[in-house]
């Protein structure tokens, strides 16, 4: 008899002391995953890009059998307005520090973007890359009545998000999203798309097209003297290419403006450039 007391109490401090270690370890997780990683990577560059970008979409991806862009257009429905497009980008914002990084031009370097859109009140405006809408909402409710944008995405699955998000801020009447690699659709734009020339160009898709697609736009006579070229990420992942082209070019006259990569620390900033003809 006394031996079995012994042996049941034996066993159920073992269980106690099993279930506490998998407890511990379940909350070190979830510390690391919420807090001490996030935290350790906001200054660095890669750690940052690596952790949010690849780690954790992946892991979330798996997790949830969705994707990040489809996750991002589910906050929106949920706490954003129908046609309020700050609530939109609010929404978006308070996603992307609470929940999940996303690699849209965010609420710091989107204050830039929305200064520069505001002093030239584009006519004609065109963007590289729109991912899921974000900076395209922020410039469409800038512009002026009959003002154009013309947005370029080669991901589908990117584009069909975007629309749902734009048409959600009630922007889409000012915007026309186009699927494709920009090389393609650049020289496209006067015959295809009836352009003359753009007043401004928001240059924020892959970095290695920065340079190529600037030369481009130049070849096909797309930039009218006094145009506008705002650069997103030249510091972080970095253009180095394309900021020595355009600093050193006596076509244009450019601006650094220092900010940090999108809902961290980490050092990036914009590059507005005015052409000069
Ligand atoms: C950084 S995200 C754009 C973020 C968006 N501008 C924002 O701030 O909300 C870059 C996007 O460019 C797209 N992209 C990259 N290279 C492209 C190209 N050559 N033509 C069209 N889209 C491209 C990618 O699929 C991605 O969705």
């Given at each position: ?182 090389g393609d659709l650049i020289p496209q734009m006067k015959e ?86």
């Open positions: 008899m006394h031996t079995y007391l012994e042996t049941a109490a034996a066993e159920t401090s073992m269980w106690v002391y099993f279930l506490s270690a998998c407890a511990a370890g379940v909350a070190l997780l979830y510390a690391l995953w919420s807090w001490l990683i996030p935290a350790a990577v906001q200054y660095n560059a890669w750690g940052a890009l690596l952790w949010h970008d690849v780690i954790v979409e992946r892991a979330l991806d798996l997790l949830t059998r969705s994707t990040r862009p489809k996750r991002l257009l589910r906050a929106v429905q949920k706490n954003a307005t129908r046609g309020d497009p700050l609530s939109v980008i609010s929404a978006i914002d308070h996603f992307c520090r609470h929940s999940e990084w996303a690699m849209n031009v965010g609420d710091e370097k989107g204050s830039i973007l929305d200064s520069v859109v505001s002093e030239l009140n584009p006519n004609t405006s065109l963007e590289l890359g729109t991912y899921c809408g974000y900076s395209t909402v922020r410039i469409a409710r800038l512009l002026p009545p009959g003002a154009r944008l013309i947005t370029l995405e080669f991901n589908p699955d990117y584009a069909a998000v975007a629309r749902q998000v734009i048409s959600w801020a009630g922007v889409q009447d000012k915007v026309e999203l186009v699927e494709g690699p920009s295809r798309f009836g352009v003359e020339t753009f007043d401004f160009v928001f240059l924020d898709h892959w970095k290695d097209r920065y340079l190529p697609d600037t030369n481009l736009l130049e070849e096909c006579g797309l930039l009218r003297k006094g145009a506008v070229l705002l650069a997103d990420n030249v510091i972080c992942p970095g253009t180095p290419e394309y900021l020595a082209y355009i600093r050193n070019s006596p076509r244009y006259e450019s601006r650094y403006f220092q900010s940090h990569l999108e809902y961290t620390k980490v050092e990036d900033g914009l590059e507005k450039s005015v052409f000069l003809g």
